[in-house]
């Protein structure tokens, strides 16, 4: 059984802030632009719930093709 002290944060510490950036990205992009299939607010939780396939899901999905 491995301790906090044994995961690598150094490795760690560039994907976690990529993948917040990501949500981040996304949460703004639905936020600021309308939405397909779902409501904003489903976007939203399916982003924050699934890190990074709810994001990956929204961008393939969710965006509408004739936005602004």
């Known amino acids: 059984m491995s301790t906090v002290s044994e995961i ?3 490795a760690l510490t560039p994907l976690i802030v990529l993948a917040l950036a990501f949500v981040i990205y996304c949460l703004i992009d639905i936020s600021r632009n309308e939405v397909k299939h779902l409501p904003k607010w489903a ?3 399916i982003c924050l719930i699934s890190i990074p396939f709810g994001c ?3 961008l ?3 965006r509408d093709p ?3």
Do not use: M
Request: glycine share 6%; no cysteine.
């Open 8 to 10: 690598p944060w150094a």
């Open 56 to 58: 990956i899901a929204y």
């Open 66 to 68: 004739n936005r602004r």
């Open 60 to 62: 393939l999905l969710g």
């Open 43 to 45: 976007w939203v939780v």
